[in-house]
């Protein structure tokens, strides 16, 4: 079982550049999500889904935007790539939103972007 | 709306000694609380979670945490560190019956433990 799995792990941009991350999961989990992690801030919501053909934004939306065709995969699109989005993303799912279920957490992908 | 404080953002500590990483919230409405580990260069892992019941809530790799409604707090313990326990560990909540399902992190506390 591979749970969430992510590509790229590692990534370089150039300022203006963009690129998606892309997130899948395998678990048939409703809810999925992008956080963004700064050093010393925790996480960050980007975006959200509910299910597929249904995403909303979270609490730092600005400069990206999401898609959700299936329910296995939620990619991330950077548009315009700017230093400020420098971070590394995470990409995760749950069952149900408003119960104790655990939040399954892919392995990241560090950007940088010069 | 909801907010996590973690009063320590690095908290250094001898193999063997014991630990307690604090957890402060806030919010209005009721919530579900928890630990994640990150170790270097990897994604976020449960350690343990409280959704009711028993305040003591015991967790992975022998760490416990207790919830105390009266100071909304929810600090992460451990009665003896290994190197391995090296880490970043974020408390988190999540609203009851909420739409959304998001967590709200704290910033996270750095443990190190050293020989």
């Known amino acids: 079982n591979a749970g969430v799995t992510q590509t790229p792990k590692f990534r370089i941009l150039k300022i203006g550049q963009s690129m998606t991350l892309q997130c899948t999961q395998d678990?048939?989990?409703?809810?999925m999500y992008w956080y963004r992690q700064d050093p010393g801030m925790g996480l960050k919501l980007i975006y959200y889904?509910?299910?597929?053909?249904?995403?909303d934004k979270g609490e730092v939306p600005n400069g990206y935007n999401v898609s959700r065709s299936t329910t296995e995969d939620f990619p991330l699109r950077l548009e315009l790539a700017a230093p400020s989005q420098t971070s590394v993303y995470f990409c995760?799912?749950?069952?149900?939103?408003?119960?104790?279920?655990?939040?399954?957490f892919g392995p990241g992908t560090r950007l940088t972007v010069t | 709306a909801q907010s996590v404080t973690q009063l320590d953002s690095q908290v250094p500590v001898f193999e063997e000694a014991p630990v307690e990483l604090r957890c402060n919230y806030s919010?209005?409405?009721?919530?579900?609380l928890f630990w994640y580990v990150q170790y270097p260069n990897q994604g976020l892992q449960l350690l343990l979670k409280?959704?009711?019941?028993?305040?003591l809530v015991k967790g992975i790799n022998g760490f416990e945490a207790e919830f105390n409604k009266s100071q909304t707090s929810f600090h992460l313990r451990k009665p003896s560190v290994h190197i391995s326990d090296t880490a970043e560990y974020f408390c988190?909540?999540?609203?009851?019956?909420?739409?959304?399902?998001?967590?709200?992190f704290g910033k996270g506390t750095k443990l190190s433990v050293k020989p």
């Open positions: 678990m048939n989990h409703n809810y």
């Open positions: 995760a799912s749950t069952r149900d939103s408003g119960t104790g279920d655990e939040q399954y």
């Open positions: 919010s209005s409405v009721s919530v579900y």
């Open positions: 409280y959704l009711s019941g028993s305040t």
């Open positions: 889904s509910v299910g597929a053909g249904i995403t």
């Open positions: 988190a909540v999540r609203r009851y019956g909420g739409s959304q399902g998001n967590l709200i």
